[in-house]
């Protein structure tokens, strides 16, 4: 057996665990209620033409072009309609509604008449063509007309889109299945107040909320002691209900981070640590049949690397395209290199009066706590001079953040 890759760079890292996921996208019907954040299993087409008949495009009066011609045409008393009568020789007509009688093929817009005393004496406008402000069958939607393909993922416009089509059920792919196992004998649950040597166990709870976001399902185990048998049960188990399982906490370098070791004896280890820190520790293994990534404990690497690791690949099973987004900015403080590793900076970015965007380093002292206090971050080798003052960088976008 291969040993383990160190050092690996994100996108092979990425690519090497959706290599392994034996996610299989069945359909499932959801009422289109409750479609928004699914990702759509099969094209989707209108059911009916819309609008069904030929209709008014705004609010005004719609007449027979061919009787319209005969006023506007004759030798005497040209333009003069006050010889209409309503129902009759035109009607009124509301954007959307039918013409009354299917003679009727032309429309003008209200602001374009004059009434007096409630009957039509003129239309102003003078370049009246056949047929115009008439809405036709299927012009707005045809029937059996491509709504969205599979792999769209579906927005509020698309349930508008979807119900002008007539469809009410939608298609869509089954949400991959994400267990949670956190680790660690310090850890207790966030009802209980933490005792001496005691951690309150927090990242469970933003994983499971972007895991929702992302359109995964959580599936959320206890805390998991220190203990090397019950934790590889435990990701044997879990390998039996879930398409990927993440593994948090003991994959450092401590007396009691077992975490890689029992990847290792309960599957396979194909890399034990990334190209950059915080969470420099995160692996990846295969127990199973399933793969499982092994984050960090402290809440800030492991936000990070969740976002860097784990996003991905539920895109990846679900279709949708995943991006980095990269913005240029100005950096306000010097920022030197990490003394252990190269190192994944959080920044702060901010945008001046004038729209020029800044820069400034997060106390990585407090990184833990301040998880809401960076919506950037940057790549800094630790064989370098670092980063300048008032030099333009280009930062890398946090998950969440892109509307700066």
Not at 217 to 241: F, G, H, Y
Request: aromatic letters at 8%.
């Amino acid at each position: 057996m291969s040993e383990a890759i160190d050092n690996i760079h994100r996108d092979d890292a990425v690519k090497l665990i959706c290599s392994h996921m034996k996610y299989s996208p069945e359909k499932e019907i959801v009422a289109l209620s409750d479609a928004c954040g699914r990702t759509v299993f099969e094209d989707i087409r209108s059911r009916y033409d819309v609008p069904a008949v030929r209709c008014s495009r705004w609010d005004g009066i719609v007449f027979s072009y061919d009787a319209y011609r005969e006023i506007m045409d004759r030798e005497t008393n040209a333009g003069d309609f006050s010889s209409w009568k309503e129902g009759v020789d035109y009607s009124y007509s509301n954007t959307g509604i039918p013409a009354s009688r299917e003679e009727f093929d032309t429309m003008v817009m209200i602001e374009q008449t004059r009434f007096e005393d409630g009957c039509l004496r003129e239309i102003l406008q003078n370049d009246v063509e056949r047929e115009q402000n008439i809405i036709f069958p299927g012009e707005k939607m045809a029937q059996g007309e491509l709504l969205a393909s599979a792999g769209t993922y579906v927005t509020p416009a698309h349930l508008n889109i979807f119900a002008m089509g007539g469809v009410m059920t939608v298609p869509v792919k089954r949400k991959p299945r994400v267990a949670i196992i956190p680790t660690g004998d310090e850890l207790v649950p966030g009802v209980l107040q933490p005792g001496p040597g005691q951690t309150v166990e927090s990242n469970s709870y933003s994983m499971a909320a972007k895991l929702k976001e992302w359109g995964a399902v959580p599936l959320l185990w206890p805390i998991q002691p220190d203990n090397p048998e019950l934790i590889q049960a435990t990701l044997r188990s879990a390998a039996k209900e879930a398409d990927l399982i993440v593994a948090g906490g003991g994959s450092g370098r401590g007396l009691r981070d077992y975490m890689q070791d029992n990847l290792s004896a309960a599957g396979r280890l194909y890399f034990s640590s990334v190209y950059h820190g915080p969470g420099k520790r995160t692996g990846f293994a295969v127990v199973d049949g399933t793969p499982v990534i092994s984050l960090v404990g402290p809440p800030g690497g492991e936000e990070m690397t969740f976002d860097f690791y784990v996003k991905p690949v539920v895109f990846s099973c679900l279709g949708r395209e995943f991006r980095i987004t990269s913005v240029e900015a100005v950096l306000d403080e010097d920022l030197p290199p990490h003394h252990k590793t190269d190192f994944m900076y959080p920044l702060l970015l901010t945008r001046t009066p004038d729209g020029v965007l800044h820069a400034s380093p997060v106390d990585m002292g407090r990184f833990d706590r301040d998880l809401t206090g960076h919506n950037g971050y940057i790549f800094v080798r630790k064989a370098s001079d670092g980063l300048r003052k008032g030099s333009t960088i280009t930062v890398e976008i946090r998950t969440g953040c892109e509307n700066l």
